[in-house]
């Protein structure tokens, strides 16, 4: 059976991270380890986590200086040991069916290598955040190319990813200059890194994850501000190229697009739309070209191989 270690990072979250690590206690199906990594809160949040799980043997307490949260993310992963890492915004929370059924997931499908969730909003704002506005499960096979030409949000919000821990150790081996530039919106890193690196995506909505809207988040003060969203779009940009130089991937990678976009069972058609966009792209001839694009977008398959 899969085991699961939680990496739950908190920075002044004073008010919020006992609940936090409460809803994974409480889930019906247990972490074997609860992870809270403190970023160096000035908040009194040490003193509470020790107060409340210092003598508790299902939480590990890391504290450090404060670095953001990729080095959290990092320190987290480093001290895991489970076959697959969650992560864990101290200030959302999990309904207690979460583990249970991302576990039946990992369990039954050891081709998948990384799997994210919807959300649930509360707080300020009220709303459900899904994957492509689905409510079903969607098998997103490989999608390194699709990722390096276009950048598509492969994933979630920290509270809703989780990937094998091979795989977290990969995505995560940045060096510490990055730590500057990644203080917060980390999960960026592990989303693209793990697309561009190669490993399986899947969405399982849970109805599980609950993120809280309360005007600090990180992500939900940037994400609509034409500004914050500019930058950001830059930092995804830059290490969506640092990790495809990891990988020796570079433009003539287009020529696999068809290949990758066949390890999709049922793909959507914006999905499509993605890959006859990467057909069209390329040194090939432009009769090869709009025969791939053609046989993506009507399912034909081509006669050229």
């Known amino acids: 059976m899969t085991t699961f270690a939680v990496v739950i990072t908190n920075y002044n979250y004073a008010s919020f991270v006992c609940e936090a690590v409460d809803s994974v206690l409480a889930q019906t199906r247990a972490a074997t380890q609860i992870l809270v990594v403190d ?24 504290f450090g200086e404060n670095e953001g949260q990729l080095a959290a993310f990092q320190r987290g992963v480093a001290a895991a040991h489970t076959d697959v890492i969650c992560f864990l915004d101290a200030d959302d929370r ?22 994210f969730s919807d ?23 490989y999608t390194a190319i699709s990722t390096y030409f276009l950048l598509p949000w492969y994933g979630a919000p920290t509270s809703a990813l989780s990937l094998r821990r091979s795989w977290a150790v990969d995505v995560l081996d940045l060096p510490h200059s990055l730590r500057r530039q990644w ?9 693209h890194g793990a697309s561009i690196l190669g490993a399986r995506k899947y969405y399982l909505p849970t109805a599980c994850v609950e993120y809280r809207i309360h005007g600090n988040n990180g992500w939900w003060a940037s994400h609509r501000e034409p500004t914050s969203r ?27 697009g068809k290949r990758e976009y066949r390890t999709k069972p049922e793909p959507s058609g914006k999905e499509r739309r993605r890959y006859v966009r990467i057909a069209l ?25």
């Open 183 to 191: 203080k917060l919106c980390a999960d960026a890193c592990v989303v």
């Open 39 to 62: 970023d160096g809160s000035s908040d009194g949040s040490p003193e509470l986590l020790r107060h409340h799980y210092g003598n508790d043997s299902r939480v590990s307490l890391l």
């Open 230 to 256: 500019y930058r950001n779009s830059l930092r995804d940009y830059g290490i969506v190229r640092m990790y495809a130089a990891r990988n020796g991937l570079d433009e003539a990678c287009c020529s696999l």
């Open 119 to 141: 959300l649930q909003t509360f707080g300020i704002d009220s709303l459900d955040i899904r994957y492509e506005d689905s409510q079903q499960p969607i098998d997103l096979g």
């Open 281 to 305: 792209r390329g040194t090939a001839p432009w009769w090869e070209r709009y025969e791939q694009a053609i046989s993506i977008l009507f399912g034909r398959r081509s006669r050229r191989r």
């Open 94 to 115: 999990w309904k207690p069916g979460y583990l249970q059924q991302i576990g039946a997931l990992y369990d039954a499908r050891r081709d998948v290598d990384f799997v």
